[in-house]
């Protein structure tokens, strides 16, 4: 089938929104058609060339959320019709790390889907018959997608497309670090570098948690009073001098929890060094840029410290996303202020722009 999709054609170049063909799911894949889908800093940071991984021509997104339009052979986990959210991570189910109630990574189709290619080794997507390859295994910047059946978790259908797709990506990914990862127990006190999605998903979960003192360090002030609605009991501008600011507000013992949702490796130090002697879990979900390194002075693991890092916020995306969905459709997780924007599929280079700028928290595209 022909379709309209955004294309990575050359690193640094805005995207090229045009028709490009699609084929049909082959066995054990689903075709999507996509309501929405998020813009992320991953698409944009691939778009630009750092991404060493990173190729073209690809069809970028990944924060997507669709109804299952046909099945292919052999599949049994999602249904036409079924509403569902795309899995950048996915879980097969049956891989030692799916048993594992230690880790999300998913180790069923992660080398094909790290080249670009479907699990068999191929692509659904082309132009003029030249090959184009599928990032994140979700290429959900385009009309339809098509994806393993592994890849998707099915959501109420009740879940309004244009909020739920954030939980394909940046605000599981917070929640999941405070909730999957750290497990806050309640009554804890916890800190959060960051307020961008991910870091107030984080927050929220924290709070979700039974938290009872949750800090949120940004930069931005805009961004701290959306800490305070996602949950967060004490906010703080960021700079050289938080950790000594933290161990002040926390009587000089630093925070049972930190969370790091920055991709910035001095700040990610500073979570560390925030964290309580003793018992103190320090989280890592920032991605830092290639061959950046952590610095960690070893007297403070020596002293009962310990980093952790979260992927996807640790969550098992076929179980737990659904369950995060359902508790945002009790009103328990509050999506609407992270949403900022509204755009087409034409318009996907203006979310880049509007990240830069970071203005707003999420732009949404929306398929008409
Ligand atoms: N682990 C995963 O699976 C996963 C998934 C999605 C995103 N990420 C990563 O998580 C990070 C956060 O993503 P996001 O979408 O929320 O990004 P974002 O850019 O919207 O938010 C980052 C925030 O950090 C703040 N910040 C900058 N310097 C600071 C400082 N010194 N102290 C405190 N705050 C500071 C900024 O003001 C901004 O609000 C990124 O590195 C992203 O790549 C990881
Ligand atoms: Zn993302
Ligand atoms: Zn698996």
Redesign the pocket.
């Known amino acids: 089938m022909k379709m309209r999709a955004a294309v990575l054609e050359e690193f640094g170049q805005p995207l090229q929104v045009q028709e490009v063909e699609l084929a049909d799911p082959k066995a054990g894949e689903v075709l999507v058609r996509l309501e929405a889908c998020g813009v992320c800093h991953t698409d944009m940071y691939t778009a630009s060339g750092a991404d060493p991984s990173g190729y073209a021509p690809a069809v970028l997104g990944h924060e997507g959320c669709g109804i299952v339009e046909r099945t292919g052979k052999g599949v049994s986990l999602v249904k036409e019709g079924d509403r569902v959210v795309t899995l950048f991570s996915?879980?097969?189910?049956?891989?030692e790390?799916?048993l594992s109630p230690r880790t999300n990574l998913?180790?069923?189709i992660r080398a094909e889907q790290n080249q670009g290619h479907l699990p068999d080794g191929t692509v659904r997507l082309s132009r003029d018959g030249e090959p184009i390859r599928h990032f994140m295994g979700t290429s959900t910047f385009a009309e339809y997608t098509v994806m393993p059946e592994?890849a998707l978790a099915v959501v109420s259908p009740e879940a309004p497309a244009d909020r739920v797709c954030v939980f394909a990506c940046g605000l599981s990914t917070g929640l999941g670090a405070a909730m999957y990862t750290a497990q806050v127990e309640p009554g804890s006190t916890c800190v959060v570098f960051g307020a961008g999605l991910v870091g107030l998903g984080a927050v929220a979960g924290c709070r979700l948690q039974g938290a009872e003192r949750i800090v949120c360090v940004d930069l931005s002030d805009e961004r701290l009073e959306l800490a305070r609605g996602q949950g967060a009991t004490d906010v703080m501008v960021g700079g050289p001098d938080a950790v000594d600011q933290i161990l002040e507000m926390t009587g000089g013992m630093g925070a049972d929890y930190t969370f790091e949702a920055t991709g910035i490796v001095k700040v990610m130090q500073q979570a560390v060094e925030a964290a309580r002697m003793g018992w103190g879990l320090a989280t890592m979900a920032g991605v830092a840029g290639k061959g950046e390194t952590l610095d960690i002075v070893p007297r403070f693991l020596i002293t009962g410290r310990r980093v952790a890092g979260s992927s996807f916020g640790g969550v098992k995306g076929r179980d737990q996303v659904p369950q995060l969905v359902d508790r945002y459709l009790k009103g328990e997780i509050d999506v609407d202020p992270l949403i900022s924007h509204s755009l087409s599929l034409d318009e996907v280079n203006r979310g880049f722009d509007l990240m830069h700028d970071q203005d707003g928290i999420r732009s949404v595209i929306s398929f008409g």
């Open positions: 996915p879980q097969c189910g049956k891989c790390h799916c998913c180790m069923a592994i």
